[in-house]
């Protein structure tokens, strides 16, 4: 842990500095806190996940980090996950601090967190959101919400997130985690009004979320452009 032991904590002055040089700032605090208050333009990843995975899936070798933690220990261990994974240029960290970045003027922001119930409620009354779901292919064919779009998490870039910005949107998976990272990318994109389902389909189904599946022939239409394209 010798290269973490050397990372730097940087004040909000340095923050704001590193800021406009364009470094990219990783949230990895969980979602409750990250949608409370967080730096806009940061990108989310929580710690307490498979979080070296997907940032190696996410995030670009040449990218240079500055993260943004519950405390030390944490950004220690971010700092050494990251490592492992070749994630190694990372400038220093910073503790959350929401009263102590409000009194130096640091601009943030928040994100809505929506229950089963809510969006049941808003599917009856035909008020619903762009619905996007990150799960994989398989979760998919188990059941999603009416209207939903398919973006798996693991297919998402800067430059691939692509979706209406005149309307709402709500992501969600199997629970929140990668709907919060997925919710964190489509803002970094400037996408406007962004908010995240948690819950997973035992718990929709619970509170008789209407699901749907793909029908039978768009599903063997998709398993034969599989064949084609192995």
Known sequence: MSESSQLQQLTVAQLGQEQRRGVLILDTRPTEEFASFHIPGSMQIGLMGSFASWAAILIGSSETILLVVENANCAQEAHSRLARVGLENVVGYIVANKQQWQQHG?????????????????????LSPQLIDVRSWAEWLQGHLPGAISMPLFELSG???????????????????????????????????????????????ACSMPLERPRDERIGSSLIRTRRTS
């Not at 691939?160 to 709907?179: D, G, N």
């Open 159 to 205: 430059d691939t997130v692509s979706v209406a910005r005149s309307k709402p949107i709500l992501v969600y998976c199997q629970e929140e985690y990668r709907a919060t990272i997925a919710a964190s990318m489509f803002l970094r994109d400037h996408v406007g009004d962004v908010g995240i389902l948690t819950g997973d389909i035992q718990e929709w189904r």
């Open 106 to 126: 640091l601009e943030l922001t928040s994100m809505p967190i929506y229950r089963c119930e809510d969006v049941c409620n808003a599917l009856r009354a035909n």
